[in-house]
T-cell receptor
Framework: ETGVTQSPTHLIKTRGQQVTLRCSSQ?????VSWYQQALGQGPQFIFQ???????GRGNFPPRFSGLQFPNYSSELNVNALELDDSALYLC??????????????FGPGTRLLVL | AQSVAQPEDQVNVAEGNPLTVKCTYS??????LFWYVQYPNRGLQFLLK??????LVKGSYGFEAEFNKSQTSFHLKKPSALVSDSALYFC????????????????FGQGTTLQVKP
């Protein structure tokens, strides 16, 4: 098991609502990436945070936003939920040192269902 | 554009037989390649990676992968499959080289389900 934790594990929302997902990174990691994994698909990159700033973003609309805190934990916020937002949301943390190869270690995910 | 292809949706092998899960990639420059495994209702677990050096990379749980630059492939292998290896396997490529503190996004294939039968 990695040291990456996510909460909640499951969540049910209705269309139009807003949701906040949380991630605690592994000790010593200062970079957090978020991915969306739709059913039967590979994970898709949403964005990455490094030292509390967004450091790269995938092809997701602005209603997907995030934060990183001084302790390197992170939040993913999704506004105006749509049915297609139903997915497993994965958080991954990675260490600082370039020599580590930048391996991303994933948490267990939050499964979001939008009705 | 960077991309990863896993041509097989499912691979079936008998326990004790060797297994191969295929992955090909398209990336400009030198690739950084990864394999992850996902068990039902779980996140992704890191298996192994290729950054540079020896083309044969050894990873967790007896898995290994061979980087072949000319064929742009990074196939996952194991000499003797276990029933407990049954899971969903993802190949991934990182889209850019490391800049200090930046790890780059991962681009994943669609995944291959490995079924190992007793």
């Amino acid at each position: 098991e990695t040291g990456v934790t996510q909460s909640p594990t499951h969540l049910i929302k209705t269309r139009g609502q807003q949701v906040t997902l949380r991630c605690s990174s592994q000790s010593g990691h200062n970079t957090v990436s978020w991915y969306q994994q739709a059913l039967g698909q590979g994970p898709q990159f949403i964005f990455q945070y490094y030292r509390e700033e967004e450091n790269g973003r995938g092809n997701f609309p602005p209603r997907f936003s995030g934060l990183q805190f001084p302790n390197y934990s992170s939040e993913l916020n999704v506004n105006a939920l749509e049915l297609d937002d139903s997915a497993l949301y994965l958080c991954a943390s990675s260490p600082r040192a370039a020599g580590s190869g930048g391996t991303q270690y994933f948490g267990p995910g939050t499964r979001l269902l939008v009705l | 554009a960077q991309s990863v292809a896993q041509p097989e949706d499912q691979v079936n092998v008998a326990e004790g037989n060797p297994l191969t899960v295929k992955c090909t990639y398209s990336v400009s420059g030198n690739p950084y390649l990864f394999w992850y495994v996902q068990y039902p209702n779980r996140g992704l677990q890191f298996l192994l990676k290729y950054i540079t050096g020896d083309n044969l990379v050894k990873g967790s749980y007896g898995f290994e992968a061979e980087f072949n630059k000319s064929q742009t492939s990074f196939h996952l292998k194991k000499p003797s499959a276990l029933v407990s290896d049954s899971a969903l396997y993802f190949c991934a490529v990182r889209d850019k080289a490391i800049v200090s503190g930046n790890t780059g996004k991962l681009i994943f294939g669609q995944g291959t389900t490995l079924q190992v039968k007793p």
